[in-house]
């Protein structure tokens, strides 16, 4: 008997044969795109090979070009040499390279050269960098005059002059840069940090409040505000900046002796002491807080135990008054009287010491004067 051609297989064949030519028109396909995509790629790769190329070749000329000039240069003012506008062109040219050198050349710049200030401003980058201080505050001090309103002028001279402990006069400089916009945190903490070496605390709140106005996480500036609270009678304000800092920086060995001094001014001398003892096991070499524990052992007539913590640090501190006049207060309260005469003898010669260098009024009377003649 003939069976039947089964119809699901007729379905089956047929859609079989139809989806055949289907797939290989779709491999063609595929294939093709990634011919298409590896030829993209490899002149993508030829273009960036080309451009990394051309871009090494045009620094190569560049810095050919640049050495021939400089090379022109250095012969030409061999034959030439106060001829201010090539040495400005020689100082542009090699400031990164030969700071030293470029220096030389800007300072052959005088204010007849139309682009003179801009020497000027050089010079004071180039002394900032190479750490010649005096160089640069002659510098700064021909901008200031000139351009009052740059503010950053004003701040780079009070940092000079704050290093330099002319406090005054840095202060001078600090406010000036706020009045020609200086208005960020840092700033007002330059304003701060200069009163505070000035021995003008009470000033510092103001700048201090205005800083955390503006960033109320510097911790610069809340530490400096403990300081200028506790010197100015407001332990209350005192401790809570100080205890600030601590949840900031838990081994602020200055946060603790803030807090210890409180503590003392209070009468609470255990828990001043365990203050200090927490600073110490922090830095053992604090001399801040090993100069306040022995004035308080001094106190408590704990003589012996002031002497033994001093008497380590004689070989590094003895140049220090503060350090030198505790040590001898010790000595004396333990009945080492030869040693505390001579301590105290050691006081004196370091105050007549301290007392022929030239103030920071002296200083600045000095550098006014200087600066007037020029």
Known sequence: MNRLTDPENLTNAFAQQKRNPFLSSGSLILAGGCIVLLLFLLLQGESGNSRHDQSAVSEQETQTSEKTKRKELIAYLQKYPDDEFAHFQLGELIQDRAPFQALENFSHVTERHPRYFE????????????????RAKSALLILVREYPEEGHYQKRLARLLFAEG???WALRYARRNIESGGRQAEDYLLVAEILRQAGRTIEMTGPLKQALYLEPDLYEAHLNLAYAALYSGDPETATREARWCLSENPESTTALRYLAIINRNQGDIDESISYLNQALSIDPQDLECLLLKADILVFQRKGEQAYELLKPLYATQQTDRRYVSALARAAGLTGRREEALELQQLNQRLIKEEDLRPSSLQSESVQKTQAGRK
């Open 166 to 168: 002319k406090f005054n």
């Open 119 to 134: 020497a000027v401003e050089a010079i004071s980058e180039i002394a900032l960098e190479q750490g010649l201080d005096g």
